[in-house]
């Protein structure tokens, strides 16, 4: 069962404006939330992240927002870029029990900017 | 510059084969992964191994086996393929397994199992 979901597939978003990239999670016990992005055929790189304590995180044009209550974080790209095009992947690591160390993924987005 | 290094992008064998990927850290990370990214399913975990010789199953074990001699090195075996193993390889490394530290990854080995 998918701990950490990333449930529409892929977003199309024309440059300049915001993407916003949504990623669900259902175990309460998660402390940690990282952003990858992946171009084909290469492997995932680290975007950005955020701990469970706070409930926003920001980077350049890269911001992330945590609602614990909600258990829902989501990615936004502000403003978007042709280069930004990619699979975006949610993952999520707690640092506590019989999972400590484990990335759990999501299924990844794939961005599409158009000029 | 941190670098995960795969032997092979690309490799073809045959169902029944024994296959090893192999996978180098240049980092001194501690903690190494394998995972396998397939289209709709994203990235899953088949072992992690957080010190020399030590290893962990991770959530799709089935079928693989893997080897830690060195703290740079961890190797990948498909002890016998089949075409369902047909699927995207990718190693990461960590200095942690705690906190935010991010995972780094390595190119990929695209496997196909005839």
């Known amino acids: 069962d998918q701990q950490v979901k990333q449930n529409s597939p892929s977003l199309s978003v024309q440059e300049g404006r915001i993407s916003i990239l949504n990623c669900d999670y259902t175990n309460s016990m998660f402390d940690y939330f990282l952003w990858y992005k992946k171009y084909p055929a290469e492997g995932p790189t680290f975007l950005i992240s955020i701990s469970s304590i706070k409930d926003k995180n920001e980077d350049g044009r890269f911001t992330v927002f945590l609602n614990k209550s909600a258990k829902h974080l989501s990615l936004h790209i502000v403003p978007s870029q042709p280069g930004d095009s990619a699979v975006y992947f949610c993952a999520a690591r707690s640092d506590r029990g019989s999972t400590l160390g484990r990335l759990y993924f999501g299924r990844g987005t794939q961005l599409t900017v158009w000029p | 510059d941190v670098k995960v290094t795969q032997s092979s992008r690309y490799l073809v064998k045959r169902t029944g084969e024994k296959v090893f990927l192999e996978c180098v850290q240049d980092?001194?990370?501690?903690?190494m992964f394998w995972y396998r990214q397939d289209p709709g399913l994203g990235l899953r975990l088949i072992y992690f191994s957080y010190d020399v010789k030590m290893k962990e199953k991770g959530d799709i074990p089935e079928g693989y086996s893997v080897s830690r001699e060195k703290k740079e090195r961890f190797s990948l075996i498909l002890e016998s393929a089949s075409t369902n193993q047909t699927s995207m390889y990718l190693c990461?490394?960590?200095?942690?397994?705690?906190?935010?530290?991010?995972?780094?990854f390595g190119q990929g080995t695209r496997l196909t199992v005839v």
């Open positions: 980092m001194d990370h501690e903690n």
């Open positions: 990461a490394s960590s200095p942690t397994l705690r906190g935010d530290v991010e995972a780094f």
